[in-house]
């Protein structure tokens, strides 16, 4: 079909439906979208869940469990290991399909009452206080990782170790407080760098060691605000700097993001190795259109964090998806899926939440190893063919095939999912969106001091800190310092942090919210327009063209 302009049902907006979306929707047998890119990547990630940590107890056996679901849930949560095992099934919940009734509805009423797993990842050690987390060990208040070891408050971290404050890291050792780092050593402050060691504050250097509040660096050491030092000025030179101290920290950071602004050059997108492809943050992919945070994949569209797809459009959070569509976090070789969600290993299927290793399953939740099942009941082969074909016709002539689960259907308000993380919204806007809201009430604890009044540097703190909860002063919610950390931070000489961890993550996490939508600019060399993906609000004055960039920096 030809190019086609719609009115997003969400925002109000124009948005264009491009040729080739029209071929891979009618390839997944799907109709066209009628909301917006935009409000497509907020619906999906909206269904990630980004909670705040809470102990509760299993509904199964009453063992102690630490989730980031809610309180809000409506299903009984089962431990992880319970989950999998043969202690319950999820075939006991089965029931028969109403015709009369909207087949979605229906999944959500099964949703409600099939338990679901506390935490989501496997073959952990010592990761009770983790979600997301992937084949790791002794990693703590940490979300999204994979291969990791001793990560205090990571967020999407790969093969990190020994580090603490690392968001979108890979491959980081003894680093502190880095985001979108890759391949370094004891880097601390730093954004956008690579294959750098012994540093801190630097901004899109690459293979830089003992440098200083530099950035665009290519190969460089001993330098500080880019002037070069012998190694006997470069160490005098850093002690003038105090970084033992939070309050000298907090205005080096403000100095380093006006340097950032001002004086550093930024390429129009952070995509490395990306082939024919648009979109930001996009790694070795091939054929990829309006995705963002994708690595390894090929001829994807609108894909919002994802490693490993291939053939597919609108996901969010996929892993190793082949020929899938309208899926949430379906990972681990899936094939031929649509409208799934938290799902692993499953093909074929459409409309499951938390099932794993299931083939031509419709409808299901919480199934495991199963085939031919409709909501969560057992067919033959010819009887699910025969049904599921009902079901679709009945759903296509109600306009309801193609639709992913409702809002009301997510397991937490939209304030704690990912959406807000990359797309904030207020309570209202949430609301008008058509998501939840999530109130929380932080427990009330003795001996609390407030982050603010925390030494200004680590060799005043004394051991009983461990003791004490700290509460912050912009999220008013209440942390602790561990023994671990607290040894962390005297051994790299970091002052201890004064705000709660949630917050220093999202407090990293916004320059990726800011870079998000393509913007329509100019290069500040050659002056050709070009699309970039700075917001005006990160106040970036040197934007280059990928030519000039490479020219002048790379």
Known sequence: ????????????????????????????DLPSPVLC?????????????????????????????????????????????????DKWDPLTYGKDYDSSRPFIDQVVELQSKVPHPHQTGTKNVNCDWTDDIWESKDTYLTRSGAWCEFINYGYRVIS??????????????????????????????????????????LYDCRNCQDCFMCWNLRNQKYCILNKQYSKEEYDKKLQEYNLKSWAAIQNLKRNFWQHIGLDAVHRQNYNVQAVNSTGNFLNNDKNCYQCYFLEESENCRYNFRGYGNKESIDLSGCYSLEKGALCVMDQFGGYGNTCNLYTTSCRYSSYLDNCEECEYCFGCVGMRKKKYCILNKQYTEAEYKELVEKIKSVM????????????????????????????????????????????????????????????????????????????????????????DELSFYREHEIPLPRRHFDWRTLERFKPFSL????QKGVCYKCKKEIEHYYSPELGFKKIACLEDYQREIA
């Open 37 to 85: 890119p935009y409000c497509r990547y907020k619906y999906g990630l909206a269904f990630w869940v980004n909670g705040r940590f809470r102990i509760t107890k299993s509904a199964l056996s009453g063992k102690t469990i630490i989730t980031v679901l809610p309180e809000s849930v409506p299903f009984p949560i089962y431990e992880r290991n319970e989950f999998v095992s």
């Open 1 to 28: 079909m030809d190019q086609e302009t719609k009115v997003c049902q969400k925002c109000k907006q124009d948005f264009t439906i491009e040729p080739d979306d029209f071929a891979l929707y009618e390839k997944m």
């Open 396 to 483: 296509e002539k109600n306009e309801e095939w193609g639709n992913f689960f409702p809002l009301s259907a997510a397991y937490s308000g939209y304030n704690l999912s990912l959406a807000h993380m990359m797309f904030p919204m207020s309570e209202g806007e949430a609301l008008k969106f058509g998501a939840k809201w999530e109130k929380t009430v932080e427990p009330h604890y003795e001996n609390i001091i407030s982050g603010d009044d925390l030494p200004d540097t680590i060799d005043q703190v004394t051991d009983d800190i461990t003791k004490k909860r700290i509460l912050c002063p912009e999220t008013k919610l209440s942390y602790n310092i561990t023994q």
């Open 515 to 518: 870079m998000a939508i393509p």
């Open 160 to 201: 990190c170790k020994n580090s603490i404050d690392l968001t979108f890291c890979w491959n980081l050792e003894r680093s502190y407080d880095c985001f979108y780092c890759f391949k370094s050593y004891n880097l601390k402050y730093s954004f956008n760098s690579r294959d750098c060691m012994d540093s801190s504050f």
